[in-house]
């Protein structure tokens, strides 16, 4: 219930309580849908942290918090530090503001428009990259609100008392299903109208109540709340001092809830996979032990047909001769366009090949049942564990990726240069013949856009593309294709070649040195090296 309106609008008492006269000093990102606000008072340093996440927004006050030296984002430039005069919530619907002395921060939770803006000297900059009309739609919006400090005087119920509840629901979403599922376990009687008496008691507990966390381990669920609820289910129980201590640890145990529920989704999936392979893999091995080795078949076969090869004509499919040990007829299949002598080479070869086949259907099948078992007995232990540690433990026995193997990958990014275009569009540059085959063969993706300046040395760059569905406007590749130049040999020249692909389409042979491609298929446009206002340097690991 942390994105309940009734929720944030006490989260935002609170915060008028204690963290008023700060100041903001910087406002950064370093990870995608998430801004951390910086703000000090008297030596002391907190962080508001806003998700803008539109599954999982939140409003965050963090005490501590380490700002990475690098891949690290300024996301509204420099800004004047600014006194913060106070936290608001409009009053009819979930935007938070954070007023200061020198400029103003909203913060609308409103699904995949939720966002930041900033607003300071009449000009309006956003956290995430967002359309010109929807600026200006917001800017004429916030004119016409009210903004409130204290809680809600919840008037407005008194006013709707004994309608609907399903109009007066439409009338103020801001009583969400949260709320209505706690108030329908509460009245008397089955009518759908509303009883104001038992709404504003509700709506009064949220402001003054104990504030809780309700945990559902077996469904893995954990919600904020106050402790007069009687509509949330749970296992356990956590109280608080405070909201910012009960957020704090729902946003910890929803992570922790989230890595679990991904680390058994993909040890399931990947045991399923595993077992039916082996299965299938065991009972194909079984089938040729059960029919025993076939060299002496074989052996036989070639023998017969070696004793009457003056019999045996090209063009024939198949022969009749009379086994020598039995007298039994035997009907044998010949190749019609082999001649006498490689039918009967054939079935010598079978013979041989038979042989090692069943060896090795036999070996196969030993080491293939060892591993049935080890995947049974792991198998075994993941279905009565649901304990992080013990999955994690588990996933590493199976070789799957750890959290710190996909961290690894993840920082692979340090290696490159990386800029950042209109705060959308990420770019990274190679170092040198190193980076460069690093950059292009192990970090680039197939859709993804790849640079490098014509006929002379240079880096090589990369245009990430994370929605293949949509390319990238020609403006955004063009700047891409500039930044290609500016680190090049043609750095000083007045117009440069730069030829540019999808990933898909360079490729490195083997032997070829290092920084060396070949571009299979490519366009060139013609541009002046520098770094463009709207492309702005994240970071680097050069000293």
Not at 28 to 51: A, R
Not at 230 to 244: A, C, H, L, M, R
Not at 306 to 325: A, V
Not at 486 to 491: A, L, P, V
Request: hydrophobic share 35%; proline share 3%.
């Amino acid at each position: 219930m942390y994105k309940n309106y009734f929720f944030l609008n006490r989260e935002i008492v609170e915060l008028n309580r204690n963290y008023t006269d700060y100041n903001i000093v910087s406002i950064f990102s370093q990870y995608k849908n998430l801004l951390l606000i910086e703000c000090q008072k008297n030596g002391h340093q907190i962080f508001i942290e806003i998700s803008t996440n539109p599954g999982d927004p939140y409003f965050h006050l963090r005490e501590n918090f380490s700002r990475a030296r690098k891949n690290t984002l300024d996301v509204f430039g420099e800004i004047p530090t600014a006194s913060i005069l106070s936290f608001e919530i409009s009053e009819y619907d979930r935007i938070i503001k954070i007023q200061t002395d020198k400029f103003d921060l909203f913060f609308p939770i409103r699904g995949k428009f939720t966002n930041v803006y900033f607003i300071y000297n009449e000009l309006t900059k956003t956290f995430k990259k967002t359309e010109e009309e929807i600026i200006t739609s917001f800017n004429a919006e916030i004119l016409k609100l009210k903004f409130i400090s204290s809680f809600h005087t919840l008037n407005f119920i008194d006013e709707n008392d004994g309608s609907e509840l399903s109009s007066f629901r439409s009338k103020y979403p801001i009583v969400n299903k949260d709320i209505l599922l706690e108030y329908k376990s509460r009245i008397k009687n089955d009518f759908d109208f509303l009883d104001t008496e038992i709404l504003k008691e509700i709506l009064n507990e949220i402001n003054n109540k104990e504030i809780v966390c309700f945990v559902e381990e077996n469904l893995m669920s954990v919600k904020l709340s106050v402790n007069t609820f009687k509509s949330v289910p749970f296992t356990v129980i956590k109280t608080f001092d405070n909201y910012q201590a009960a957020l704090s640890f729902l946003i910890s145990k929803k992570n922790y809830f989230d890595r679990l529920t991904k680390i058994k989704r993909n040890i399931e999936k990947y045991l399923s996979k595993e077992l039916q392979f082996i299965t299938s893999k065991l009972n194909r091995l079984k089938i040729i032990l059960e029919e025993g080795e076939q060299s002496e078949r074989f052996n036989k076969i070639a023998t017969l047909l070696l004793i009457n090869i003056n019999s045996i004509k090209k063009g024939m499919k198949e022969i009749s001769l009379k086994d020598i040990e039995t007298g039994e007829i035997k009907n044998i299949k010949l190749n019609e366009k082999f001649l006498p002598k490689d039918n009967i080479d054939y079935y010598f070869r079978k013979t041989r090949g038979e042989r090692i086949k069943f060896e090795k259907a036999e070996k196969d099948f030993e080491s293939a049942n060892i591993r049935f078992n080890y995947l049974r007995r792991i198998e075994k232990e993941f279905n009565v564990t649901n304990k992080l540690d013990k999955l994690e433990n588990i996933a590493e026995k199976l070789k799957l990726k750890t959290k710190e193997k996909m961290k690894m990958k993840e920082d692979i990014t340090s290696k490159f240069r990386s800029y950042i275009i209109d705060n959308k569009y990420y770019v990274y540059v190679g170092k040198d013949g190193k980076s460069n085959d690093l950059l292009t063969t192990k970090f680039a993706k197939q859709n993804d856009i790849w640079f490098h300046v014509r006929g002379l040395p240079g880096s090589h760059v990369v245009l990430k593309i994370t929605d293949t569905k949509t390319k990238p406007p020609k403006s955004i590749i063009k700047i891409a294709a500039i930044v290609a130049a500016f680190h090049s040999k043609g750095k000083t020249a007045g117009l440069v070649p730069v030829s540019y692909a999808q990933k898909k389409y360079v490729i490195k042979k083997k032997g070829m040195a290092p920084g060396k491609v070949i571009m299979l298929k490519e366009e060139t446009v013609l541009v002046r090296p520098q770094i463009p206002k709207n492309c702005v340097f994240i970071s680097s690991q050069d000293k």
